[in-house]
């Protein structure tokens, strides 16, 4: 289980900093995320593309269309083939992002 705290991000963290291409790093054993924050969720997804076959159970804050997070959670529930629950305060989509959320 996970849970991330609603911390800062800068661009000078090791963790802040964008993975080389190649294949998205795995998390095999990780079924459980709790993430409050909107930049950590884009974060995982795109920054350090991480791949979590394992996730069963995804709880987020709040996400809107405007500051990317919605499309952040798109991706990680893409490269998440075994969710079940999804859980979040609030949820923005535009209607192309509904479209690729639902796809």
Not at 65 to 85: C, D, F, H, W
Request: hydrophobic share 35%; net charge neutral.
């Amino acid at each position: 289980e996970l849970h991330v705290a609603d911390d800062n991000l800068r661009g000078e963290h090791p963790l802040a900093q964008r993975r080389p291409p190649g294949d998205p790093f795995p998390f095999p054993k990780l079924t459980d995320i709790q993430m409050k924050s909107p930049k950590w969720l884009g974060h995982i997804s795109s920054v350090r593309r991480w791949c979590l076959p394992a996730l069963k159970s995804l709880r987020v804050g709040r996400l809107s269309q405007y500051n990317g997070s919605s499309e952040s959670l798109t991706r990680l529930i893409k490269a998440s083939p075994n969710i079940e629950r999804l859980e979040s305060e609030m949820m923005g989509f535009d209607d192309t992002q509904w479209a690729d959320f639902t796809a």
